[in-house]
């Protein structure tokens, strides 16, 4: 099993600027993705960004340049650093980890509110 706990949301204004980090503990260590995805109100939870084991990231359009997400596997934590908020980034953003059968396992989430 493995537990996932996020940290780092809040309000902030747009143009501003968030780190979220979450903590990944229990058999975590054979993780082959880390990330982070989000769930605006009324929308489906999309992926955000993430980190390969091999330390390849990828990232959604929406967040390209703005969004970027950081992998220390020594420590199991994943952070998303994220940059030039802006209104249509508010949600509850949800660390997830996925081993190399596909499964995926998922933090409590943390809310983001950016304000105008």
């Known amino acids: 099993q493995v537990q996932l706990v996020e940290s780092g949301g809040g309000l902030v204004q747009a143009g501003g600027s968030l780190r979220l980090s979450c903590a990944a503990s229990g058999r975590s260590s054979s993780m082959y993705f880390m990330g982070w995805f989000r769930q605006a109100p009324g929308k489906e939870r999309e992926f955000v960004g993430g980190v390969a084991w091999d330390g390849s990231a990828s990232y959604a359009d929406s967040v390209k340049g703005r969004f970027t997400c950081s992998r220390d596997n020594d420590k199991n934590t994943v952070s998303l650093q994220m940059n030039t908020l802006k209104a249509e980034d508010t949600a509850v953003y949800y660390c997830?980890?996925?081993?190399?059968?596909?499964?995926?396992?998922w933090g409590q989430g943390t809310r983001v509110t950016v304000s105008t």
């Open positions: 997830a980890a996925e081993n190399r059968a596909g499964y995926r396992y």
